[in-house]
């Protein structure tokens, strides 16, 4: 092989490296549940337990998740971060959840607007869809007709 | 003979079959999909259920082509849409009313196969009623946007469509 497993592996390490938004599982970090009961909700790292398990809150009184221990592969890193010590109670973790306005960041990600998208689109009723259609065959007409247009020039 | 004595011999109209009891989502002028039949993959609107226990639908007849016509709640999908029908006068149907009227047997030389399949004419009476119902509903129809062309479609799945995760 022309590329040795260390090398590669080295080469992505730099490669991640240069990238500003490097997302670290670290306390404050703050991630989406992707797997189990808890899926969809977002956690707050509160501290590292070990190489795959983290310790998680809610925070509890936001959004009822109560503080526990949750493996990694269940976490989803999003780019949102706030400043907490490893290992704060509640108080502490509001304090500064609420001072980075954790809520309207995530609302504002394309990330969340995705999911708020793709849940609307199952939400749909047989007269919503029907109504999409007709709106994408209107769109593509005008689109269409347009290219057509600049294409005979 | 035992000291209780013996029971009444069980009535043999016991296990008569009720008509069927009509799904909470339909209600009067909710839109239907017909999933069987000459008219499969309709939209069409609910106007009551017969003392069969049949529902009584209609296209309305000038949209779709579907007069008012009976069909067995097991073969519909009832979606959320709903049409206002309150203006449209539906007592006079019954299941009589449908009936198809019985034919006497030709006994022609040919038997079976020359058998005159008479086409029911249409009576004036069954157009009129038709008519009569719609231009209510067709009225209530005009009012919401984009539901003309929605009963006049027909239903289908695409590719990647899975009718137990879709809201109707």
């Known amino acids: 092989t022309s590329c040795s497993r260390p090398q590669t592996e080295l080469l992505f390490h730099f490669l991640n490296m240069a990238d500003e938004n490097r997302r670290l599982v670290e306390a404050g970090r703050v991630c989406l549940v992707n797997f189990g ?8 790292i509160v501290n590292v337990v070990d190489g795959k398990r983290v310790l998680v809150d809610g925070p509890s009184t936001v959004n009822g998740v109560p503080r526990q221990i949750m493996p990694l592969a269940r976490l989803s890193l999003t780019i949102i971060k706030i400043d907490i010590e490893p290992g704060s109670r509640l108080p502490t973790l509001m304090k ?58 | ?29 909710t839109v239907l999909i017909l999933l ?24 309305p007849y000038k949209i779709n082509g579907v007069p008012l016509r009976r069909i067995n709640q097991a073969f519909v999908i009832a979606t959320s849409t709903k049409v206002d029908v309150s203006g449209a006068d539906v007592k006079k149907f019954n299941d009589a009313y449908f009936a198809r009227p019985k034919t006497k047997a030709t006994k022609s030389a040919d038997g079976f196969f020359a058998a005159e399949s008479q086409k029911q004419e249409l009576s004036a009476d069954r157009i ?10 067709l009225d209530a129809v005009k009012k919401v946007e984009f ?19 879709m809201v109707f």
């Open chain 1, 37 to 44: 009961p808890l899926v969809g909700k977002l956690v707050v």
């Open chain 2, 36 to 59: 069987s039949g000459r008219f499969r993959g309709k939209r069409v609107v609910f106007l009551k259920q017969l003392e069969s226990g049949l529902l009584l639908v209609t296209g």
């Open chain 2, 1 to 29: 003979f035992p000291p209780g004595g013996v029971p009444p011999p069980l009535s043999p109209r016991r296990n008569v079959a009720k008509p069927a009891k009509l799904r909470e989502s339909i209600t009067p002028g």
């Open chain 2, 147 to 165: 539901m003309k062309p929605y009963l006049n479609s027909r239903f289908s799945l695409s590719k990647g469509q899975q009718p137990h995760a």
């Open chain 1, 96 to 153: 500064a959840y609420k001072a980075a306005d954790v809520q309207k960041q995530w609302a504002e990600s394309s990330w969340a607007k995705g999911i708020a998208k793709k849940a609307a689109k199952t939400k749909l009723s047989d007269f919503d869809r029907f109504k999409v259609m007709v709106a994408r065959k209107t769109r593509a007409r005008v689109v269409n007709t347009h290219m057509k247009k600049m294409l005979k020039k």
């Open chain 2, 128 to 137: 009129a009623d038709q008519k009569a119902v719609d231009a209510k509903i």
